[in-house]
Nanobody, 126 residues
């Protein structure tokens, strides 16, 4: 059984940096996607795609346009932990952030991911 445990989050001022982590336990696949999604006040009923990484086993990352150049997805293979580095966050980045694990073709489709972390609140405010 795959289990995702998230750490990080909290209050950050615009322009500062914040890193979220997602430890993935129990997976044995060599081909998978780890996605990051968020729930915002503007769209409380959906999980908005932030970005995802595909490991097959090479690494490819994708991002929504609004976070390109500011957010970075990475992986620490030794720890089987994935990260979302948030640089220069803006107030519109405020929300609950979730990591998810699924097949390589899941990409930005939240319904295609099989396992989810518990979510972490991120508040960007001065």
């Amino acid at each position: 059984q795959v289990h995702l445990e998230q750490l990080g989050g909290g209050l950050v001022q615009p322009g500062e940096s914040l890193r979220l982590s997602c430890a993935v336990r129990g997976h044995t696949d060599n081909f998978y996607s780890v996605g990051w999604f968020r729930q915002t006040l503007r769209r409380e009923r959906e999980r908005e795609y932030v970005g995802n990484g595909i490991w097959n086993p090479g690494e490819t990352t994708y991002y929504r346009d609004s976070v390109k150049g500011r957010f970075t997805i990475s992986k620490d293979s030794d720890k089987d932990t994935f990260y979302l580095q948030m640089n220069n966050p803006k107030s519109e980045d405020t929300g609950i952030y979730f990591c998810a694990y699924g097949p390589t073709w899941a990409l930005g489709n939240s319904a295609s991911y099989d396992y989810w972390g518990q979510g972490n609140q991120v508040a960007v405010s001065s």
